[in-house]
């Protein structure tokens, strides 16, 4: 959960899994590892499997940017 809405970004990954709800939980998994990190959404990118039978998803994903977060050391 995002502690200040106003300042934030988005971004994007991708995953491979069997259906959307298990893409949902790898997106979930992503967004955990991340600090102050929410999937905003999950979307479908092929329609035919994979030769493993997996799919390919988008995960869209919000966090909350640190403005001290500057990357100068």
């Given at each position: ?8 970004e988005e971004w994007e990954d991708v995953v491979w899994a069997k259906n ?54």
């Open positions: 959960m995002l502690t200040d809405p106003e300042s934030y959307e709800a298990t893409a949902w939980a790898a997106c979930q998994e992503i967004a955990e590892e991340a600090l102050l990190t929410e999937v905003i959404n999950v979307t479908q990118v092929i329609k035919k499997p994979s030769k493993n039978g997996t799919y390919k998803f988008v995960c869209w994903f919000r966090s909350e940017v640190n403005p001290d977060d500057s990357g100068n050391s």
